[in-house]
């Protein structure tokens, strides 16, 4: 692995390992149900939000009006993606190839 988190951690090592085990969306909700609580799962799912429409170049007033997420969130996120270890970024390249398939 090139990169190195600075939140590198056996046990989160492992948890990520098991989310790679992860085989189809009914896994996926099986799993971050008995793992996530509801509001966890709703926040996490508007963070990927707020990044896609952030990386469509739409405003923070737009973002909130159609996420519901305040200035804060969308301000974090927003430094995520210049900042920070392009995760979204490489999620969201991803999610739009695969649209195009």
């Known amino acids: 692995m090139a990169y ?19 085989e189809d969306e009914e896994d996926c909700y099986r799993f971050f149900e008995d793992v996530c609580t509801v509001n966890e799962i709703h926040a996490i799912a508007q963070r990927l939000q707020v990044a896609k429409l952030l990386s469509e170049d739409k405003t923070y007033s737009e973002i909130e009006a159609v996420t519901k997420a305040s200035t804060a969130t969308i301000s974090r996120i927003n430094k995520c993606l210049v900042y920070g270890a392009d995760g979204y970024k490489r999620i969201l390249q991803r999610l739009a190839d695969e649209d195009k398939d």
């Open 4 to 22: 190195e988190s600075k939140f590198k951690r056996d046990d989160i090592d492992e948890l990520f390992r098991a989310i790679l085990l992860l």
